[in-house]
């Protein structure tokens, strides 16, 4: 069997399972590549919300990219809830240096309610440093509006978000539209100055936890696999869709749940 491309993860952990680290690593296997993981925050959290939240010190977040950036062959970087400034600095320092290879970035920012999770300035740190070394960025509706500095009411709105944040230097933006209304979940994707629609029939279901993580992490395990940006993306929202059919019926805790990564019910 030939040895499987390397992964890694810089997150946050979920202890409901359905985001997060747990969710990237799901993610990972399912696309047969090798995943590795940063833990940047323990969080205490189920399908309900987060009731607690350790942010790692940044000594050891940094001594767990040294272990594995020294021993493992890391074909592809997933970041996401880094929560601090702090952290954030330290990690786009290491893109910067070439340390992190098809780094995806989803700025984790703003919870699901529209609620901001890091203060202003790991804001600007997003934009002056991380998003710059990106090779994807995948906000959503909120993040993007967090990172531009203004509310996204519809498809044009994070058009030109996506465009704004690719002058910031990343080489491909992928705004996620799942938030806005409509019988069709369409991300906007900015390439080179050109515009792409990723579309597909929005699934009626509560069980959503954890997409926003498992669609970078996919794009991020099309990359391992040598995929191009664009045929990472357009693979990434397949499979987080037939996750989302799979999971469709489940009744796992009583917020919204989590999506079937592994393909539990056949979908995937």
């Not at 969080?43 to 309900?48: I, L, P």
Request: aromatic share 2%; net charge negative.
């Amino acid at each position: 069997m030939m040895t499987p491309n390397v992964t890694l993860t810089i997150a946050g952990s979920d202890s409901g399972g359905g985001a997060g680290i747990q969710a990237d690593l799901r993610a990972f296997g399912a696309h047969a590549v090798f995943g590795t993981s940063v833990v940047t925050a323990v969080t205490a959290q189920n399908t309900t919300g987060v009731s607690d939240v350790h942010v790692v010190p940044k000594e050891n977040v940094e001594a767990q990219l040294i272990a594995v950036l020294e021993d493992l062959p890391v074909a592809a970087v997933k970041t996401g809830m880094l929560a601090t400034a702090e952290l954030v600095e330290l990690v786009a320092s290491y893109a910067a240096s070439g340390r992190l290879p098809n780094l995806v970035v989803d700025p984790v920012l703003v919870s699901a309610t529209g609620h901001r999770l890091l203060e202003d300035e790991a804001i600007r740190t997003y934009r002056e440093q991380l998003l710059p070394a990106a090779t994807v960025a995948t906000p959503n509706v909120h993040e993007a509006a967090a990172l531009v500095g203004r509310q996204l009411d519809d498809l044009d709105d994070i058009t030109a978000a996506a465009h704004e944040l690719a002058d910031l230097g990343t080489a491909v933006v992928v705004v996620k539209g799942g938030h806005l209304a409509g019988e069709t979940a369409v991300d906007v994707v900015v390439a080179h100055g050109d515009v792409h629609h990723l579309t597909a029939q929005r699934v009626d279901t509560e069980n959503v936890h954890g997409t926003g993580c498992t669609f970078a992490s996919a794009c991020a395990a099309g990359l391992a696999n040598g995929l191009e940006p664009l045929g990472a993306l357009d693979h990434a929202k397949s499979y987080v869709t037939r996750c989302i059919v799979g999971a469709q019926e489940w009744e796992l805790g009583s917020g919204p749940g989590p999506i079937d990564h592994l393909g539990f019910s056949g979908a995937t």
